[in-house]
C-alpha cells in the first residue's frame, strides 16, 4: 500500500531556481526520507527527517516535516541540470520496524 | 564499500525459463530488501529479510523465489514468469531498525524483460 503521495507529479524549473516539493501520509511514522532516482537507475538517499524534528538542511536541500498535517516538503535551492531525476518521499510505519514505502515520485527537470 | 552490487543489470528471459537475481552487500547491514519497480511507478516492497531470515512477503507470487545464503547476499529465482513481471528489480540493505541516518542502500537494479 502506498504511504506517501507527492505533489506536484512532474515540475520543471529553470536552473538556478529553487524547487519544492510535497509529501503527504496517512499513517503515523517513525521518520521520512527522501530519495532521488535518475532515469532507470538504483534510488539515492537524500536525508531522513525523524518524526520529533521539524526541519532539517543538508547542502541545498531543505526539509520540513509537519506531523499534525502529515506532510512534508522538500526544497532543493539553486538548482542544477544535474537535480534532473524523479524524487521520492517514503515512510516507515510507527508500528514497529516496518520496512520503507514510498510515494507516487515527482519529476523534475531542469532545464539549463 | 558502501555500495549494493546487483547482478546482471540487465535480463532478457523466456516464459518457460529459470534465472536469478543476484545482489550483494559489505557493509554490515543486517536487513536486505527486493522491491519491484515498473516504469513511472515507485518501488514497490516483495520481500524483506532481517538476520537472514524472511520477514516480509508483501504476498508475490510463488514463480518470485527470495533466497539469502548468508549477511551479505541476497538472490531472487524466477522461474516461469509472465511478461507483465517485466519491471526494474531492485535490491536495497540497511540497519535493521532504520535510526540510522543513511537509509537505505539501493542497487542500480536489474532491468528485466519476460518475452
Known amino acids: 500500500s502506498q504511504q506517501g503521495e507527492e505533489d506536484p507529479q512532474a515540475l520543471s524549473i529553470q536552473e538556478g531556481e529553487n524547487a519544492t516539493m510535497n509529501c503527504s501520509y496517512k499513517t503515523s511514522i517513525n521518520n521520512l526520507q527522501w530519495y532521488r532516482q535518475n532515469s532507470g537507475r538504483g534510488l539515492v538517499h537524500l536525508i531522513l527527517i525523524r518524526s520529533n524534528e521539524r526541519e532539517k538542511h543538508s547542502g541545498r536541500l531543505r526539509v520540513t516535516l509537519d506531523t499534525s498535517k502529515k506532510s512534508s516538503s522538500l526544497l532543493i535551492t539553486a538548482s542544477r541540470a544535474a537535480d534532473t531525476a524523479s524524487y521520492f518521499c517514503a515512510t516507515d510505519e510507527y508500528s514497529g520496524n516496518t520496512p520503507l514505502v514510498f510515494g507516487k515520485g515527482t519529476r523534475l527537470s531542469v532545464i539549463a | 564499500d558502501t555500495e549494493v552490487t546487483q547482478t546482471p543489470k540487465h535480463l532478457v528471459m523466456g516464459m518457460t525459463n529459470k534465472k536469478s537475481l543476484k545482489c550483494e552487500q559489505h557493509m554490515g547491514h543486517r536487513a536486505m530488501y527486493w522491491y519491484k519497480q515498473k516504469a513511472k511507478k515507485p518501488p514497490e516492497l516483495m520481500f524483506v529479510?532481517?538476520?537472514?531470515?524472511?520477514?516480509i512477503n508483501e504476498s508475490v507470487p510463488s514463480r518470485f523465489s527470495p533466497e539469502c545464503p548468508n549477511s551479505s547476499l541476497l538472490n531472487l529465482h524466477l522461474h516461469a514468469l509472465q511478461p507483465e513481471d517485466s519491471a526494474l528489480y531492485l535490491c536495497?540493505?540497511?540497519?535493521?531498525?532504520?535510526?540510522?541516518?543513511?537509509?537505505?542502500?539501493f542497487g542500480s537494479g536489474t532491468r528485466l524483460t519476460v518475452v
Open positions: 536495497a540493505s540497511s540497519q535493521p531498525d532504520g535510526t540510522v541516518d543513511d537509509g537505505y542502500t
Open positions: 529479510y532481517s538476520y537472514e531470515k524472511l520477514s
